[in-house]
């Protein structure tokens, strides 16, 4: 598998914490970028000094973030780093809880939420990119008939595959960009 530290969430509070959109940009670039100040932040999210400070403390109270004092200059710099590679909860887990279940459902709507701006900003974004990156991009949907226990195989079989190619990705090539790997699979309710 990985070694990379991942947070399991259980708590509705973080979740409910987390669930904020300027919160979970600023979770993202940490992870994406590597630490930052809490300037660099507030340049790159287009928000004030003052909400990116706030954010980034309720983001540490839950233990998304922490400090990295050790990247200062002086005593006014405050570096911040993602505490964690990854987080992860299991919807199935809230199901007998509604205040978990509540805070699950409102994380993961803010995450859609999310990945539904990122999809807009490349689509803007596609006819400025050089062709040989529009050619490997892709969005899909398939219609599946399965048993429970082969959605959960299914799952484990994504999650593989997205952890080999996070294995390959290295951002110190040259030649490389970020990019976005999204996928979901749920029992269609219709």
């Not at 914490?17 to 600023?26: D, E, I, S, V």
């Not at 706030?54 to 990247?71: D, I, M, N, R, S």
């Not at 002086?74 to 911040?80: F, H, Y």
């Amino acid at each position: 598998m990985t070694d990379e530290p991942i947070l399991h969430l259980t708590d509705p509070r973080a979740m409910r914490a987390l669930a904020h959109p300027t919160r979970l940009r600023l979770l993202g670039e940490l992870r994406v970028r590597g630490p930052r100040t809490v300037g660099t932040l507030s340049d790159i999210i287009d928000e004030a000094v003052g909400s990116v400070s706030y954010h980034l403390g309720k983001l540490a109270e839950h233990g998304f973030v922490q400090e990295a004092p050790e990247l200062a200059r002086n005593r006014r710099e405050r570096w911040w780093r993602a505490a964690h590679a990854r987080t992860s909860w299991e919807p199935v887990e809230a199901l007998a809880d509604p205040e978990r279940k509540a805070a699950s459902d409102l994380l993961r709507r803010a995450i859609l939420d999310q990945y539904v701006d990122r999809l807009r900003a490349y689509l803007d974004a596609e006819g400025t990119l050089d062709p040989t990156w529009v050619r490997g991009t892709t969005s899909s949907d398939s219609t599946l008939h399965l048993t429970s226990d082969e959605l959960v195989e299914l799952r484990a079989d994504l999650a593989a595959l997205a952890q080999r190619w996070q294995a390959r990705s290295d951002a110190n090539r040259a030649d490389a960009r970020t990019v976005a790997l999204i996928y979901h699979a749920f029992r269609d309710p219709r």
